[in-house]
């Protein structure tokens, strides 16, 4: 019997907006799991799991497959269980296992039960070795690495036998057993299961089963000095816990001929799990690959596995996308059988859709310029009530304070302006967003010859920005009162990769990193930005949405910008 019950509390999936795909017809996996419910398979019962291997932080794919695990164990009434696929001690560590967590409770998953690990099955998974052992399904190779590697030949070349192949079982038992116990050096000998050196699928030529590494696991301590292969534990592992449906992305399509040999020739305690695939989540300009992602931390190109500029989910918590919007974003790219990129635009247009929704109003200026207005009463403050939402009267309204001296973007000014520019320069009247009409006089400048101030004269009768003879403006600005203004940094983001499909002709992956895809900036902010909470995000007005950071409340990382790049690809899209 299996671990798991017949019947039990469905995942729950909380915190995120409704699935859009489930008014739309059911994907391929979904249609695959309706039938076998329908045909009584595994007694009716649907069980998938979330398999990562802790060796790095999760990204917007795993989503894609923590969202699919997950809402299908939700739909159909069944569990969805996590565990970690922890076989390989020289990567893994517990810190990626807490932050694994930590990102699915964000995510709005619930894993039913308790955690689960692919080395609670060591012993199991040694025993089963010896039963491939006794059946003369595995035998103890003593080449190194690079022999057996080179022995399986390639697609189209014929594989070379290992001359260890026809060890008799009592050998093969006696030297596995000496490999577990320490007789074997590391890489001395392996353990291989005994399929095919001919088989066209180099999966299933002679693979490797166990290895010997004598390093510390990050919970069976010095207890194991032998450990099994991914693919020698992973199909086990869902058979012990009872798993019907073990979804993978297709990179293991060529892997479930092993992962079905594995599990035909045991004894399982219940039901044959069955491998289906799935197409993996490809954005443009991003790098989805753990090892490349792992490459940017180690080598210094970003701030760790949680920088606003890595697609991990830690990263994007920090850049202010919303769990929800990650989630209806990979129900609208959908499951598929094929691999496709989906543009980052779309991710960004969820994202800016949700926080057009949620995100408080405020006004702050990332690089500013000093404006002085002359003729300005000396030490008056005008309050003005600023709508927080204008699309929300419900979001209620906060106190702005207006004083002679207030900060604007340093492009908002031109000494000289181009054709068709409408903010401020010397003569041209603007309106201060919710305040007054200001005229630019003139501008004070440095010995570079750059406009370090601007001089101008406000009308005291256009209060609220509107003047009373109807004299119409063409630009509308945001500010904020230097007097009252609050010092905060801004992160300004471009894509972390030039290209946008990095590594996709062959070369590296580092070499298309954008080396501007980060503009750190000293802003100035109104003064209710003192009192933001750590993540939340507000929108900068005509600057985009920005995320208070998680650590630092004077730190803001913009989300997304305001236009919506999306709707120019997707019309583009359709019109081809």
Same mark, same amino acid.
């Given at each position: ?5 017949? #019947? ?22 979904? /249609?695959? &799991? ?21 060796? =790095? ?51 709005? &998953?619930?894993?039913?039960? #308790? ?53 008799? $079982?009592?050998?093969?038992?006696? +030297? ?132 606003? !500029?890595?697609?991990? &989910?830690? =990263? ?35 994202? !800016? ?11 702050? @200026? ?19 009530? $600023? ?11 906060? !106190? ?15 000494? @000289? ?7 401020? #320069?010397? =003569?041209?009247? @603007? ?64 894509? +972390? ?43 900068? /007005? ?5 995320? &208070? ?12 910008? +305001? ?12 019109? =081809?």
């Amino acid at each position: 019997m299996t671990d798991s019950p017949a #019947s039990s509390p469905s995942a729950n999936l909380s915190g995120a907006a409704e699935v859009e795909s489930q008014t739309q017809s059911l994907d391929f996996v979904r /249609e695959l &799991v309706r039938d076998d419910v329908r045909s009584g398979k595994f007694q009716g019962r649907v069980q998938t799991r979330f398999p990562p291997e802790p060796n =790095g932080f999760l990204h917007i794919g795993h989503a894609k497959s923590i969202y699919l695990n997950f809402g299908i164990a939700e739909e159909f009434d069944g569990i969805c269980m996590l565990r970690f696929d922890d076989t390989n001690p020289e990567t893994e560590d517990t810190s990626f296992v807490t932050a694994i967590q930590e990102d699915l409770r964000w995510l709005g &998953v619930t894993p039913w039960g #308790s955690v689960r690990y692919a080395s609670d099955y060591f012993e199991q998974l040694f025993e089963w070795a010896v039963t491939l052992i006794e059946k003369g399904f595995a035998y103890v190779d003593d080449q190194d690495a690079d022999t057996i590697s080179w022995q399986r030949g390639g697609y189209g070349q014929p594989g070379v036998e290992s001359p260890f192949r026809d060890r008799t $079982v009592e050998e093969n038992k006696a +030297l596995f057993l000496g490999m577990r116990n320490g007789e074997s050096a590391d890489g001395e000998r392996v353990l291989r299961a005994k399929i095919d050196m001919q088989a066209d699928n180099m999966w299933l030529r002679d693979p490797v089963l166990y290895r010997i590494r004598r390093i510390d696991h990050h919970r069976t301590g010095s207890d194991w000095i032998i450990y099994p292969t991914y693919d020698w534990a992973h199909g086990q592992s869902d058979a012990i816990e009872g798993v019907t449906h073990s979804l993978c992305t297709l990179e293991f399509a060529d892997h479930r001929p092993l992962y079905n040999w594995c599990l035909s020739h045991l004894d399982l305690p219940g039901d044959t799990p069955q491998q289906t695939e799935f197409a993996r989540l490809n954005i443009t300009h991003t790098v989805l690959s753990k090892r490349v992602l792992r490459k940017l931390v180690t080598d210094g190109h970003v701030d760790g596995w949680d920088d606003a !500029r890595m697609p991990t &989910v830690r =990263g994007l918590r920090r850049r202010g996308y919303p769990a929800s919007a990650i989630r209806r974003f990979v129900d609208r790219v959908g499951v598929a059988k094929i691999n496709s990129t989906v543009e980052v635009e779309l991710l960004e247009s969820f994202v !800016r859709d949700e926080l057009n929704v949620s995100a408080m109003r405020r006004m702050a @200026v990332t690089k500013p310029l000093k404006v002085v207005i002359s003729n300005w009463p000396e030490g008056l403050v005008e309050w003005f009530d $600023v709508a927080n939402h204008p699309g929300n009267p419900d979001a209620g309204t906060r !106190r702005v304070p207006f004083a002679g001296e207030l900060w604007i973007e340093a492009e908002d000014f031109q000494l @000289v302006p181009p054709p068709k520019y409408y903010r401020l #320069s010397p =003569g041209r009247e @603007v309106r201060l967003r919710s305040a007054f009409l200001i005229t630019a006089t003139d501008a004070v400048l440095d010995e570079d010859g750059s406009v370090v101030q601007v001089n101008a004269t406000y009308d005291p009768e256009s209060r609220g920005g509107t003047a009373p003879d109807g004299r119409k403006v063409k630009s509308t600005m945001h500010w904020v009162s230097a007097a009252h203004a609050v010092d905060i940094t801004v992160n300004l983001y471009d894509r +972390l990769f030039i290209h946008s499909h990095p590594g996709a002709d062959g070369s590296d992956p580092l070499s298309s990193i954008n080396q501007k895809s980060r503009e750190v900036c000293g802003g100035k902010g109104e003064p209710v930005l003192a009192e933001v909470e750590p993540g939340e995000v507000v929108q900068f /007005e005509r600057l985009g949405y920005f995320a &208070v950071d998680l650590d630092d409340p004077t730190v803001f990382h913009r989300t997304v910008g +305001l236009r919506d790049e999306w709707a120019k690809i997707s019309k583009s899209k359709n019109k =081809g």
